[in-house]
């Protein structure tokens, strides 16, 4: 089994930036795309952004310009950096992990980080 440990969240003042940091663990794995998803009070969870084992990404329309996804293959670790935060990308924000293990495919979310955009 993988988990995936997301850290880096927090309050921020609307303007300023956070970098959301995501590793998955485990062994026998290969993680194909991994992702970053969020859930705001009374809200269902939507994606944020997402990236394939290549590099290929794919983003919200909410949040293109201002957030980055990148990630370290050799460190099975996505980012998210985030930038120019508004309130309204206040919730917390969960990391999928889309993996093969045994031949099959899996996927795994981590517990979230609260990500607070307030003055």
């Known amino acids: 089994q993988v988990q995936v440990v997301e850290s880096g969240g927090g309050l921020v003042q609307p303007g300023g930036s956070l970098r959301l940091s995501c590793a998955a663990s485990?062994?026998?794995?290969?993680?194909?795309?991994m992702g970053w998803y969020r859930q705001a009070p009374g809200k269902q969870r939507e994606l944020v952004a997402t990236?394939?084992?290549?590099?290929?990404?794919n983003y919200a329309d909410s949040v293109k310009g201002r957030f980055t996804i990148s990630r370290d293959n050799a460190k099975n670790t996505v980012y998210l950096q985030m930038n120019s935060l508004k309130p309204e990308d206040t919730a917390v924000y969960y990391c999928?992990?889309?993996?093969?293990?045994?031949?099959?495919?899996?996927?795994?979310w981590g517990q979230g980080t609260q990500v607070t955009v307030s003055s």
């Open positions: 485990g062994s026998g794995f290969s993680i194909n795309n």
């Open positions: 990236i394939t084992s290549g590099g290929s990404t």
């Open positions: 999928n992990a889309d993996y093969i293990l045994y031949g099959a495919d899996f996927d795994s």
